[in-house]
């Protein structure tokens, strides 16, 4: 028995080293690089396709590495498993296949990430490897927030005048910094190595005063039920360490306060003013409100996923004052985007799945109210935005956290080890490797796309097979280069007057709005059809005005 363990043991610890070391080298140094990019969310962010080759790789190492035996997963895994399997059916019944193409990498996304956690379970986790996870995310946080510093020398290229640190937008890293603070408390509280508790000690007093200055009222609320959390749950047992952290965190506080309000006349240009957030709370109440009438349509099935962005668009033509911006995505709640769109089904498995998460980390070995406070941060985010769309850094930062706070899989002594397993093995393999090859063609495809794109889509229009031809993987970008090629179509037309160019656009506009919203789209179809003096024109121009009423293209008396 004794030998057994210990050859288990031997193997089993040795790729847990190597998933730590990649994890690190992504979240501490791999994701302050930021590649060109246009924004946007997905597999558009280059930053999203590092961290999938990054999750990829660990993946590999593991399957590589690892010794073969079968292993029994904790309480709470089949729970999370079945919830996942519930949240992903409603795809296969969405009543449009553009919708369902439009869904399916997210369901694809929601995969990969149980994969990851469900290797991350086959590495044993004690005190010292848990203080190395949450080292790696406290000095992820800290270097974002240097970053963030580094950003507001040059405030005047910044959106809205906050910095967003390597995740380019406010919101996002601000729930991660959250996440960063409420982990740093728990380690300032309870490591005894001096070394810990000064990096912790730091990160305390910086995070919450960069968490000041981005006046992100998600990352406010996560760090602050987080860290009370922590406080309580601490509080008979290391009372003392406990106050000493509070009033490093109040001395940051007190610090974002005084750059606040004091910053931008001591150091105009540098220190960022108040947020002006009046027109985002009726934006949000008016979203809600819309998303909800499109829930009661469907209640019981949904509306079919990948749907919400254009029946959303299609309600608000009805409901004044139409679209803010030029199109919405998501509803800035998971659970009411679930519900619209994938029904009671879709709802029970993500019941399901929180009932998992909850059982793992109340169950033996689970972390309870310590766990629950390192998830809420980034879990508080995802009923107010769509952090996971935009970071899937934040995602592997919930997998981890959510792996390192309850009880791993255990080995499972005379397990038969035959053809099947190596099977598996070869499986997962090259099941790692094509992903990982994916999306590293993925990054060298986005960072060209967007050249081409800051070129006004120039190569495009010239010789749309050449430029096609240089990407290593468009499938990468299908959407994107989709959209691209389409648009490059009126271009041509500029400099050859082909009216094929026109009816080939006509005619992937007339698709394209059934999925989506755009109002330069919209204008150029509208001004195809004005142009053969269609009665469509006058259409598409009421429906344009109704979603965008402040955009001056769409005057309709001239019909």
């Known amino acids: 028995m004794n030998t057994f363990m210990l050859n288990i043991n031997c193997n089993y610890y040795f790729p847990g080293r190597g998933i730590l070391f990649i994890a690190g080298v992504w979240i501490c140094c791999g994701l302050l690089w930021v590649l060109p990019n246009q924004g946007g969310s997905g597999l558009a962010l280059p930053q999203n396709l590092l961290a999938w080759c990054a999750m990829a790789l660990m993946v590999l190492w593991c399957s590589l590495t690892g010794r073969w035996v079968k292993f029994s997963y904790p309480a709470g895994t089949q729970l999370i498993i079945t919830g996942a399997i519930l949240w992903s059916l409603p795809l296969l019944w969405s009543p449009s296949s ?123 609320l996560g760090a602050i039920l987080g860290s009370l959390i922590v406080l309580v749950a601490a509080y008979k047992t290391h009372r003392s360490r406990g106050y000493f952290s509070l009033l490093l965190m109040l001395a940051g506080i007190i610090l974002g306060l005084v750059a606040l309000h004091v910053g931008p006349r001591l150091f105009p240009g540098f220190i960022p003013g108040l947020a002006d957030k009046s027109g985002s709370n009726s934006q949000r109440w008016y979203i809600l ?15 079919g996923y990948g749907s919400f962005e254009a029946l959303f668009g299609q309600l608000t033509q009805h409901n004044p004052p139409g679209l803010r911006d030029a199109t919405l995505l998501y509803p800035h709640n998971e659970l009411l985007y679930t519900w619209m769109e994938g029904g009671i089904v879709a709802v029970a498995g993500v019941i399901l799945m929180i009932g998992g998460m909850l059982k793992r980390l109340w169950s033996r070995g689970g972390r309870r109210w310590i766990g629950l406070a390192m998830l809420l941060p980034i879990a508080l985010h995802m009923n107010l935005e769509y952090p996971l769309y935009q970071s899937v850094t934040h995602g592997l930062a919930l997998v981890i956290l959510l792996g390192i706070n309850g009880p791993t899989a255990t080995p499972v002594k005379n397990a038969a080890q035959g053809n099947m397993m190596k099977l598996n093995r070869i499986l997962r393999v090259l099941a790692a490797s094509a992903v990982l090859i994916f999306m590293a063609t993925g990054v060298v495809t986005e960072v060209q796309m967007t050249h081409i794109e800051q070129h006004g889509l120039a190569p495009l229009a010239r010789d749309e097979s050449a430029a096609v031809g240089t990407l290593p993987n468009p499938w990468s970008q299908h959407d994107r280069l989709d959209f691209d090629r389409h648009v490059a179509l009126l271009l041509r037309f500029n400099l050859t007057r082909d009216p094929d160019l026109l009816t080939r656009f006509q005619s992937w506009a007339e698709h394209y709005r059934k999925v989506h919203n755009n109002p330069d789209v919209n204008f150029s179809l509208m001004m195809i059809y004005r142009a053969q003096h269609s009665e469509k024109a006058k259409e598409i121009c009421m429906q344009s005005n109704a979603l965008w009423p402040e955009d001056m293209r769409f005057r309709c008396e001239k019909f």
């Open 98 to 220: 553009a919708w369902q193409w439009n869904a399916a990498t997210k369901v694809m996304a929601l995969w990969g990430l149980l994969i990851v956690w469900l290797e991350l379970l086959k590495t044993p986790v004690n005190l010292i490897t848990r203080r190395h996870w949450l080292l790696i995310l406290v000095m992820s946080a800290f270097l974002q927030t240097i970053f963030c510093l580094y950003q507001l020398t040059d405030m005047a290229k910044l959106p809205g005048g906050r910095p967003y640190g390597s995740y380019q937008q406010v919101n996002v890293l601000a729930s991660y910094l959250a996440t960063g603070t409420v982990c740093a408390l728990w380690l300032n509280i309870t490591a005894r190595q001096k070394w810990v508790t000064r990096v912790c000690s730091l990160s305390l007093v910086m995070l919450p005063a960069m968490l000041v200055l981005l006046q992100s009222r998600a990352g406010y």
């Open 289 to 303: 409100q819309v998303t909800w009438q499109l829930i009661q349509n469907h209640p019981i099935v949904g509306n």
